[in-house]
Structures are given as structure tokens and as C-alpha cells.
């Protein structure tokens, strides 16, 4: 397993959290199965990492500077962003392989404590802590990092400069929030062209840049992305969000219609054009255009790993579906059920659609002329 060397660490903790005077402790928290039948490979290799994370952070806190760190372990909570229990365990030496043994391997300590006396969290975790952790840092005032589903395969993502990442994400931001709109044109092998213009009128861009300067603040890692909701028609203006967006699906190129913001139909063939016919059928909120993000990890070399918390990042995407988590207006109750929400990313890289190409990102101001952002599916503003 590839691993990050102590220097490495003591670099990622500088640059994702800036040193503020008061800080003392850092965590690495970590979810422990209750099950042992629910465990798996991916897993107990996060758990074994986030060991060598602590161990390794504690030769190396002086250089941060800290005071202490923890491996904090806890039993799972059994599904993304539900609550954390009322109390963890600091474990000393090795973690148990099943939620059981905790007791007997580390103190017992209630996480509002913990909260209250460690500074920095770094949450390579099985089941998201990303909610709870932002609730709590807003409460407690500590920063944390939350890494779900981490895996080797990212590890390149860790070692890259944050203080850069941050300054492409802020440039980003600052043009996404002057824009009124984003016009992009696409491009696939056979020679179409498919514009699309993107309504960003009455919204603010997200920036996740991998650092947390802020006390109170948690959010992914790795990151490297801004991103907007498009204007959604909310207001008595429709959205003006509309054009042709090309989606490889399962080898092959199905191209949605889309008006007021919304995918209302879509040519194409074979299983996955098929597949996306049905689900706009079932589900309308599916075609929702839910964001425009803009990733800019491809730019220090990164690959695609096949796991959304890292591929998203490098590169443009669009995302179908569920918004409000963003601050748009489409949620849960615009399913037929539970079990149909969907937020899902269209990534256009080489790597993961090679037969679409960014042909052009153009974004008009209304107060300057228009700014050529993207050519050929590269950045022209860094």
C-alpha cells in the first residue's frame, strides 16, 4: 500500500488547516464496523492507514505545531451523514477489527469533549461524517477534513500544493458570482457541436479549495473545485438554461435536450441511451440541471480513480438531479421516493469521456465583456 511519509502529512495539515495560535490536538477520526460481516477490504485498509496517519503525526506535531494527537475510533453509524454516536474511543495502540473491541483498546470519551479539546479532524472514514462534523465545527469551532471512502489510489491528491488549489477555486468563484451566464460548447468524435448556455443569474458559487483557514469549518478532501447551482426558474422569470448536452454513457453518446434548466428529452442508441430515456420517464427531478462545477486537480497531474470524491474534481462536470444540498430548490420531495434521489456528476475529461471533448467556456458579465474561460478542455484564466 502506498503511503504518506511523515514530512508528507506534516505538509497536508500545514497547508489544508493554516496554523492558528490556539490550536493544540488533532484527531484522526475513524469509523470501526459493528459487524464483522460488514466489513471489507477497502475499509480495513482506510482503518490501517488512519493508524500509520496518527502514528506518524505524532513524531511529527512538533513541526505543525501541535500539542497532541488522537486516533479517535467510534462504532459505525451505518449510512452516509447520519449522526455520530454520543461517544469515541481514544485508541493508543492498535484498532480492534470490530466495534466491540473498543472498549477494551481505548478511553472513553463523549464527542461533545472531544469537540471541545482537539482543534483538527482528519475523518477518513467508511460512512460520510461530512454533516455532523459541519454542524459540530460550527458549534465547537474546530476544522476538520472529511475524507469518506479514501482510498491509496488517492493518496497522489494529498501530496499536491493546497495554497495553488486555492487560488485557481477563488478565481473561479469570483468570476462564477459577477457571470450572469456560462455558455459552453461541446463537442463529440463524430464532429457535433452541442452548445449549451447555463442561467447562473441569483446565485453564488461554492468554492472547495482543500483548506480550511476558518475555525468552525469542515468540508471534503481531497477537493479543488467551484461549483454552481444553475438558476432553477424559482423566481416568475423561467430559467434560461438550455441547449444540447452530451453524455457518454456506457460507450455510447446520448445527447439531452434541454429547456428551462431541465432535461426534457434525448436521442441516441443502444443500453444506456434506453436506460436514460426510462429514468427521465420516472423521475423528472432526475433531469434537473443541478450544478456546474468546475475541477481543477486535472492541472497537477491526477488521474481519475473511479471514486466521485476525487474525479469530480478534475475537471469540468455537470450534475443531474437532486440541488438543494447546493442551495437550489430540487430535493427529496421532488422524487417519487427515498430511494430515487439522485445527485449525479457528468465529468468531462478524456479519462472518463473520451469521445466528448470542452470544445469552450465562455462566461458573460453584465457589467463587462464576455471572458473566455476554457479551450480545447483547458483553463485559460491560471
Avoid at 502529512?9 to 490550536?23: T, Y
Avoid at 460550527?138 to 475524507?147: K, Q
Avoid at 453524455?247 to 434541454?258: A, N, R, S
Avoid at 463587462?368 to 476554457?374: H, N, V
Wanted: with cysteine; glycine share 10%.
Amino acid at each position: 500500500m502506498s503511503r504518506l511519509t511523515t514530512r508528507d502529512l506534516v505538509d497536508l495539515v500545514r497547508s489544508v488547516f493554516p496554523p492558528h495560535p490556539g490550536d493544540r490536538a488533532l484527531g484522526v477520526l475513524v469509523d470501526v464496523p459493528r459487524q464483522p460481516g460488514l466489513d471489507n477490504a477497502a475499509w480495513k485498509l482506510r482503518r490501517s492507514m488512519a493508524g500509520e496517519w496518527a502514528s506518524a503525526l505524532r513524531e511529527g506535531g512538533s513541526l505543525i505545531p501541535l500539542e497532541a494527537v488522537h486516533l479517535v475510533a467510534y462504532p459505525d453509524v451505518g449510512s452516509n451523514n447520519a449522526d455520530l454516536p454520543a461517544e469515541a474511543f481514544l485508541v493508543a495502540g492498535e484498532l480492534p477489527p470490530e466495534a466491540a473491541g473498543l472498549a477494551s483498546a481505548g478511553e472513553k470519551r463523549t464527542f461533545k469533549s472531544l469537540f471541545e479539546s482537539i482543534q483538527i479532524f482528519l475523518a477518513p472514514t467508511e460512512f460520510s461524517a461530512t454533516a455532523p462534523l459541519k454542524n459540530a465545527a460550527r458549534t465547537h469551532g474546530f476544522r476538520a477534513a472529511t475524507m469518506p471512502g479514501f482510498s491509496a489510489t488517492m493518496l497522489p491528491a494529498l501530496r499536491i500544493d493546497y495554497g495553488e488549489v486555492g487560488r485557481r477555486v477563488a478565481l473561479l468563484k469570483q468570476r462564477l458570482d459577477r457571470a450572469e451566464s456560462a455558455e459552453a460548447v461541446f463537442e463529440t468524435d463524430q464532429g457535433r457541436l452541442c452548445p449549451m448556455l447555463f442561467d447562473l443569474r441569483w446565485r453564488s458559487a461554492h468554492e472547495s479549495g482543500g483548506r480550511f483557514p476558518d475555525q468552525g469549518t469542515a468540508g471534503n478532501l481531497p477537493s479543488g473545485e467551484t461549483y454552481i447551482v444553475p438558476y432553477e426558474g424559482e423566481r416568475a422569470e423561467p430559467s434560461r438554461t438550455k441547449g444540447t448536452l452530451p453524455v457518454q454513457i456506457d460507450g455510447g453518446i446520448v445527447l439531452f435536450k434541454i429547456e428551462a434548466n431541465k432535461a426534457v428529452s434525448a436521442e441516441g442508441q443502444g443500453p444506456g441511451f434506453e436506460a436514460e430515456i426510462d429514468h427521465l420517464r420516472r423521475e423528472p427531478a432526475y433531469g434537473n440541471m443541478a450544478e456546474l462545477g468546475f475541477g481543477v486537480l486535472g492541472d497537477f497531474g491526477l488521474e481519475p480513480v473511479g471514486e466521485i470524491l476525487l474525479d469530480e474534481k478534475l475537471g469540468l462536470h455537470v450534475a443531474f438531479g437532486r440541488s438543494d444540498h447546493f442551495g437550489g430548490r430540487v430535493g427529496p420531495g421532488d422524487f417519487s421516493s427515498p430511494g430515487e434521489v439522485i445527485h449525479l456528476d457528468r465529468i468531462y475529461i478524456p479519462a472518463t469521456q473520451p469521445r466528448v471533448m470542452v470544445r469552450s467556456v465562455v462566461f458573460h458579465y453584465p457589467d463587462a465583456p464576455p471572458e473566455p474561460i476554457m479551450e480545447n478542455g483547458r483553463y485559460l484564466i491560471f
